[in-house]
């Protein structure tokens, strides 16, 4: 098999994992992606069926390999039940465990780890701005993600070159939550959710997918970022722009209350998500003179949409 150029990336069947395999095959890399389930969308990717829990025959495909991409956690977007928390904590420490059993197998393991975590780790604050040496906030979200960086730390080789991107709410066009919000904006429920004033912080999917391949490909790229455009906004401004974008004039406003009570039963999911919120910018691409496609909220909905979002 040849191993020049190939990429695994684990838990690559979802939004993300599509969307970089996509990318990444236009550019002639190899992609393998490790999944429960074959990918919903054919593409010039490989699948190779894994559980994320113990090693097996997938462990061929890291031998060689040019880089490893770790996306593997379930869902956050779901009610938060005991037994929902501590999948979503589970599924993301077991998967980078079996990761790091797996580099130890091989005779020539991947020179970079790419690691996936969250910019939730920073909680909820209000008012202030995060960037990567902010203090991590307190709750379930930056207690996961703790528990995912660190299960990362006791897993990577010493020697691999080891990127963690802190991902902020990735919009782009064919998944992930933006979907779940044009629903509700074009059926005239797009207004602003509880006092509007939390933070949204986001990345277009084609900059996500570019922070990747720079991930992967620039030597002096190393340590923690967080994956997040320039110019975060409150969910107020988000959802107009988001309600202008997609022609709708009005959108019903929701009230705190009405979102803790629809959001589990309406809508299967956990109010906080849409209640609270940060305001996260990444001081480290800014010193490394990454250059965003979509450094606003405007130029990225124009993209998303064909439409001018001012």
């Not at 959108?251 to 039963?265: D, E, K, T």
Request: hydrophobic share 40%.
């Amino acid at each position: 098999m040849d191993t020049k150029h190939r990429i695994v990336i684990a838990g690559g069947t979802g939004f993300l994992g599509l969307n970089l395999a996509r990318y990444l095959t236009e550019l002639d890399f190899d992609v393998v992606l490790l999944g429960r389930h074959a990918p919903k969308t054919q593409g010039a990717w490989r699948h190779v069926a894994w559980n994320s829990r113990s090693v097996g025959s997938w462990v061929n495909e890291l031998d060689g390999a040019s880089a490893i991409v770790n996306l593997a956690g379930r869902t956050v977007d779901c009610i938060k039940t005991p037994e929902h928390c501590d999948e979503i904590l589970r599924s993301r420490v077991e998967a980078t465990n079996v990761l790091g059993l797996a580099v130890r197998e091989v005779a020539s393991p991947p020179p970079v780890w790419v690691q996936m975590s969250t910019a939730h780790r920073y909680g909820d604050p209000p008012e202030c701005i995060c960037d990567e040496d902010s203090a991590f906030g307190y709750g379930l979200a930056p207690f996961v993600a703790q528990e995912w960086e660190a299960a990362f730390a006791r897993a990577v080789l010493p020697e691999m070159r080891q990127v963690i991107l802190r991902t902020s709410f990735v919009i782009g066009r064919d998944g992930g939550a933006l979907q779940r919000l044009t629903k509700l904006v074009r059926w005239g429920l797009g207004g602003t959710v509880g006092s509007g004033k939390q933070g949204m912080s986001w990345i277009h999917a084609q900059d996500m997918n570019r922070l990747f391949y720079r991930a992967i490909t620039d030597v002096t790229m190393q340590g923690a970022y967080l994956a997040t455009a320039p110019e975060p906004v409150s969910n107020a401004e988000f959802m107009r722009q988001l309600r202008h974008a997609l022609k709708m004039p009005i959108g019903l406003p929701a009230a705190g209350w009405m979102v803790r009570i629809g959001a589990p039963l309406l809508m299967r999911t956990d109010p906080e998500l849409a209640l609270y919120g940060r305001y996260c910018v990444s001081s480290r691409l800014r010193d490394e003179e990454f250059e965003f496609s979509f450094p606003d909220l405007t130029s990225a909905l124009q993209d998303l949409y064909g439409l001018k979002t001012a």
